[in-house]
């Protein structure tokens, strides 16, 4: 059986807007096995963003 780290990873979520803000969250690898994108809201640059999956 699989670890539950190994099936649900941590991911950084870093904004697209270029300010550098990121989130931490877990993703599941076997429904997502792409690269997460999310729309989330960004402090720095005051907007809703999108936040891509850093390696």
Request: hydrophobic share 35%; net charge positive.
């Amino acid at each position: 059986m699989a670890k539950k780290s190994e099936l649900r990873p941590l991911v950084k979520l870093r904004s697209t807007a270029g300010t550098g803000y990121t989130y931490v969250t877990r993703k599941n690898r076997r429904n997502d096995p792409e690269r997460l994108v999310l729309r989330k809201f960004d402090p720095i640059a005051r907007a809703h963003v999108e936040f891509k999956e850093a390696r």
